[in-house]
Nanobody
């Protein structure tokens, strides 16, 4: 059993900052990558940022220069520092982890329940 728990969401004014955290726990063997996705009402879920086990990062064009993804491998935790937030950043943010458990035959994707981020004008 693997569980991903997000925290750090909330309501913030435009131009403000939030820091999201996601901790993975359970029968984890290795984590290949972790990332953040978001979904606004009526829209498809989209990639925000990812980070691999080697530290390589990838960002959506809309958040480059404003968001920073990082990870603490010892804690199986990924972070998303969000600066200069805009109303269009409002969405439910989901943590994702591509990992191997001790018992699964192949890597798989696991998702958190999501945390709401609301940015007011």
């Amino acid at each position: 059993q693997v569980q991903l728990v997000e925290s750090g969401g909330g309501l913030v004014q435009a131009g403000g900052s939030l820091r999201l955290s996601c901790a993975a726990s359970g029968t984890i063997f290795t984590i290949n990558a972790m990332g953040w996705y978001r979904q606004a009402p009526g829209k498809q879920r989209e990639l925000v940022a990812t980070i691999t086990s080697s530290g390589s990062t990838n960002y959506a064009d809309s958040v480059k220069g404003r968001f920073t993804i990082s990870r603490d491998n010892a804690k199986n935790t990924v972070y998303l520092q969000m600066n200069n937030l805009k109303p269009e950043d409002t969405a439910v943010y989901y943590c994702n982890s591509r990992l191997r458990t001790y018992y699964a035959p192949a890597p798989g994707d696991y998702w958190g329940q999501g945390t709401q981020v609301t940015v007011s004008s």
